[in-house]
């Protein structure tokens, strides 16, 4: 069974991978684990193991494919798996571990290279060395690291696909309104979450287990800006450059809450602003969407600021 197959109060049984794993305690002082479940199709559901041991603790963990158990509940109009019975796999089970693994719908190495290219036309010399450079410091990182722990683009290779699908975006923008300077704006889209690569803890198959040290205490946005300086004192960066790119990447947020101590206070900061929601929204959609029935409604999405997603009946693709 699927994910999909999922009804309330009705048995499920089937294989799903372990995403997320949250160890969290009752009023009652007893442990359970808070799983974040997904299957073949990358469609995913919150399962709850109550009255967790210490064993289920040490082998229920992110980025393991498990036999599973249980009976879907709704929860405040929100479709959830209760746990009954679980356990890890073995080679009897006969499961690929990679057929559980959602990864960019592009190659790492040619979105790179795209990244790579688009800096290299760049005319303005200081904007070309600075963003090159960042971005060859988290080259590696980039082969594998989501956008986010579950939200949008979380998925192997997430933050690359992330960043090329805003700079495609942002080249089409630019053609609408060319009083736009083209490269702070491209550069401020390859800049402006290079920070994630040490905001979060990822494993090779893109899976965060948990946001780093570095990533509570900071941020990827401080720690972005921090990066900037180091290497705009080390290249000899113009002040206005570097200026003007740390100030994209710190309100690209907007908001203070979500982090932005600035709002956008020229064009290209706030194009930045505006294609980061709308590729990180229609992706978070498009994941959803893929789960309803032509003509059908979601359940609600607390990341889509607690909607009902609608899928036209006329929707035919996937």
Avoid: C
Wanted: no cysteine; charged share 30%.
């Amino acid at each position: 069974m699927n994910i999909e197959d999922i009804q309330v109060d009705q048995p499920f049984r089937g294989y799903l991978f372990i995403k997320d794993a949250q160890v969290r305690t009752t009023k009652n002082n007893t442990k359970f684990i808070k799983l974040v479940l997904t299957d073949k199709d990358f469609n995913e559901i919150t399962g709850f193991l109550w009255n967790a041991t210490e064993d289920d603790i040490r082998d229920f963990k992110q980025g393991i494919v498990a036999a599973v158990t249980g009976k879907g509940k709704s929860f405040n109009d929100t479709l959830q798996l209760d746990i009954q019975r679980i356990r890890t796999t073995n080679e009897g089970d006969m499961i690929d571990l990679s057929e559980y693994i959602e990864v960019a719908p592009e190659e790492p190495k040619d979105m790179y290279q795209e990244l790579v290219d688009t800096i290299n036309n760049f005319e303005n010399e200081d904007i070309k060395q600075i963003t090159l450079k960042s971005l060859e410091l988290h080259k590696d990182k980039l082969d594998y690291y989501p956008a986010a722990k579950t939200v949008h683009h979380a998925l192997k290779g997430g933050l690359l696909y992330h960043t090329v699908s805003m700079l495609r975006l942002a080249k089409e923008l630019a053609k609408l309104y060319p009083f736009l300077n083209e490269d702070l704006l491209y550069a401020g889209v390859i800049l402006h979450d290079l920070g994630k690569t040490e905001e979060m803890n990822s494993d090779v198959n893109g899976n965060v287990s948990d946001y780093s040290a570095h990533g509570k205490l900071i941020g990827h946005i401080p720690g972005q800006i921090s990066e900037l300086e180091l290497l705009g004192s080390e290249l000899g960066t113009d002040e206005e450059v570097l200026m003007l790119l740390e100030h994209m990447i710190l309100s690209h947020h907007y908001e203070p809450e979500y982090g932005s101590p600035k709002r956008p206070m020229f064009p290209e900061a706030e194009v930045l602003h505006h294609i980061d929601v709308i590729d990180a929204r229609m992706n978070t959609m498009n994941k959803y969407r893929k789960a309803i029935q032509p003509g059908s409604f979601s359940e609600r999405i607390i990341t889509l600021d607690n909607i009902n997603l609608y899928r036209p009946s006329f929707d035919k693709e996937n």
